[in-house]
């Protein structure tokens, strides 16, 4: 980046010339309803929060881990941390427990029909390499009836759900990792209510497979979720998010594998739908952003319709799904970054109706948020949040309960068009790729369509189209596919290429961008230099002229064919810069200048780039 440029943005962020800087933003919109926080607490002296559920007597069981605090004086080591907690968040008892004197923590409970709860975690013993499943049994105040582990040397054991059945018995679903090989393993274990084991079943698929969520199926048997890859030291050619239909015995009924080449699809969470299907909460990556999406499903796991969630450049965490009244909610973490480049995590709901459409999106404030665990809905209708926040230089469990979104009047918005998030899509012959296509309403919020729009391909030879959006390559060539909706049409040109196409293979070497972050004047235009550095012939070239740029907001700034970077209006955006199959990115902030254009005109000849005034 040009030292000129460098040096005007950093007397732009000091205090006189903030208001031109645009500096800090904190976003939290709601068409209608918004919930407000009752309460938030901290527990623990040095602590960590995973998980918070509500109870029968109207309070709530939270766990995660704690050091230091102890009576005894033993400070030494992590323990598992379990509270009960009254309506208000305050403490009625806690348990601080170890199975082993290193690393304990507990992750999730369940409150058991006897009253009592099963808490689950992980051990590890000192010296050892592998966690443990760490199993507690306590009862309605607190004390210990049995813990045990499951010892398993070939995993990191991490339980994610747990089903008591109607015999008192209990099926833990769980994620292993085996760090030498780098691959996961999805597994379920079934005990009785002493915590014997009744059978332990592993799940293999693709080579690295692991669960993030169990429930009762609605016709019998249970669903998991999760995802299916391959192993990190094969292709990611192969990612998938995992359904899986279990009987009783654990055996499998079905499964699906929703396939999305390089995206890390994962489901996170599954309800069942009041139809009697399900709807499931998964994130990816699509053009190095992380989308959130909902997928309802019919009961033998047909997609019946899918919608995809984004909020701009910010990254949104949400692992927890939940039924409201009005339809279902998301919650989790929301990560954001100011003018500033600095950045926040948020505690986050984001509510929609039971299509699937944009109710609100919620954030809420606190201290510094370093973690956010596995949040619940509450009985009367709001939801709870577990966490790990920073206070001066500790950290703290912390547990944020959130009031039931007040009644409101739906904000009137009216449809003004629809559009296609990509400007041209690229892909070989005998693959698919995803797109999205959104509606833009008067207020300038926008929503996805992917699964309501009506689609045709310009050439069904070249490329087809299906119902979600999805575009297959069928032969090289170039055409278009097109969308509309309620009147309104948006065109998305693609071109398929031929599959032993080298473009989309990663170069052997790196490529780089000349700064990893880019300030500009509004108005002006920056040139910008791609260089590939190739491992075999140990050169360095520019390849800028070669490289296609996108921006993630081109109305604020954007790239053109030569590579010159041109700022058009006050904002905060990320540009990509492509080649053949590696990708690179940095973060660009136009400003707009306090000072009049002729006093800046000497510091220019120190600038490593060129700048010019429109």
């Not at 040009?2 to 005007?8: A, I």
């Not at 070669?546 to 064919?561: C, G, M």
């Amino acid at each position: 980046m040009g030292r000129f440029l460098s040096k005007m943005l950093t007397v732009c962020m000091t205090a006189s010339l903030l208001m031109y800087c645009g500096v800090g933003f904190d976003k939290a919109s709601a068409d209608g309803t918004q919930s407000v926080v009752e309460w938030t607490r901290d527990y623990g002296s040095i602590s960590s929060g995973e998980g918070v559920i509500s109870t029968s007597d109207g309070g709530y069981l939270a766990t995660g881990n704690v050091r230091g605090g102890d009576k005894d004086g033993d400070d030494s080591f992590q323990k598992a941390y379990v509270l009960k907690l009254n309506a208000k968040g305050q403490v009625k008892w806690e348990q601080k427990l170890a199975h082993s004197y290193s690393s304990n923590t507990a992750y999730l409970a369940k409150e058991t029909k006897d009253g009592g709860y099963l808490v689950l975690g992980s051990s590890r013993s000192e010296g050892e390499s592998k966690d443990e499943l760490y199993m507690i049994r306590l009862d309605s105040s607190g004390n210990v009836l049995w813990d045990k582990t499951k010892e398993d040397a070939a995993i990191d054991s991490t339980p994610v759900s747990v089903i008591e059945t109607d015999d008192g018995s209990f099926l833990i679903a769980g994620r292993g990792i085996v760090s030498w090989v780098a691959y996961e393993q999805a597994y379920i274990l079934k005990i009785d209510a002493n915590g014997n084991e009744v059978w332990y079943n592993k799940y293999p698929f693709t080579g690295s497979d692991f669960f993030t969520d169990l429930i009762p199926a609605n016709d019998g048997g249970y669903i998991a979720i999760g995802h299916a890859g391959l192993a990190e030291y094969e292709s990611k050619d192969y990612d998938a998010m995992l359904i899986l239909k279990l009987d009783d015995q654990g055996k499998e009924l079905w499964s699906k594998q929703f396939v999305d080449p390089k995206s890390r699809w994962t489901a996170h969470s599954i309800v069942a739908a009041e139809d009697g299907g399900y709807v499931v909460l998964s994130r990816k990556k699509m053009d190095d952003k992380n989308l959130v999406l909902l997928t309802k499903l019919d009961l033998e796991g047909q997609v019946q319709w899918e919608k995809t969630y984004s909020d701009g450049e910010n990254s949104e965490m949400y692992n927890r799904l939940v039924r409201t009244k009005d339809g279902y909610a998301m919650l989790g973490g929301h990560n954001s970054r100011n003018s500033l480049n600095e950045s926040k995590t948020q505690y986050g709901v984001l509510s929609v109706n039971v299509n699937g459409g944009v109710i609100s999106r919620d954030l809420f404030k606190g201290p510094p948020i370093t973690y956010v665990g596995k949040a619940a809905g509450t009985p009367d209708g709001g939801f709870i949040f577990p966490g790990t926040v920073t206070r001066g230089d500790t950290h703290k469990f912390q547990v944020m309960k959130l009031s039931p979104p007040a009644e409101g009047t739906p904000a009137e918005r009216a449809l003004t068009g629809i559009s296609f998030t990509d400007k041209e899509k690229r892909l070989k012959a005998g693959t698919s790729a995803a797109t999205v296509l959104q509606a833009v309403y008067s207020d300038g919020s926008k929503e996805d369509l992917s699964s309501a729009g009506v689609y045709v391909s310009g050439d069904s030879a070249v490329a087809t189209i299906d119902a979600l959006g999805r575009i297959s390559g069928n032969e090289p060539g170039e055409t278009y596919v097109e969308a509309t909706f309620e009147g309104f049409t948006s065109r998305l040109n693609i071109t398929v290429l031929p599959k032993d196409t080298d473009e989309f293979d990663p170069v052997s070497g790196y490529i780089k961008l000349d700064s990893g972050e880019y300030s500009i004047l509004e108005g002006s235009m920056l040139d910008l230099k791609v260089t590939l550095y190739d491992y075999k012939t140990n050169t360095e070239s520019d390849i800028t002229k070669l490289t296609t740029f996108t921006s993630n907001h081109p109305d604020i700034a954007e790239v053109d064919e030569e590579g010159n970077l041109i700022g058009h209006k006050l904002g905060v955006t990320r540009i990509y810069a492509q080649y053949k199959g590696s990708r690179i990115s940095a973060d660009v902030q136009v400003v707009r200048t306090a000072f009049p254009q002729e006093k800046m005109q000497p510091s220019m000849e120190n600038s490593e780039h060129s700048v010019t005034t429109e």
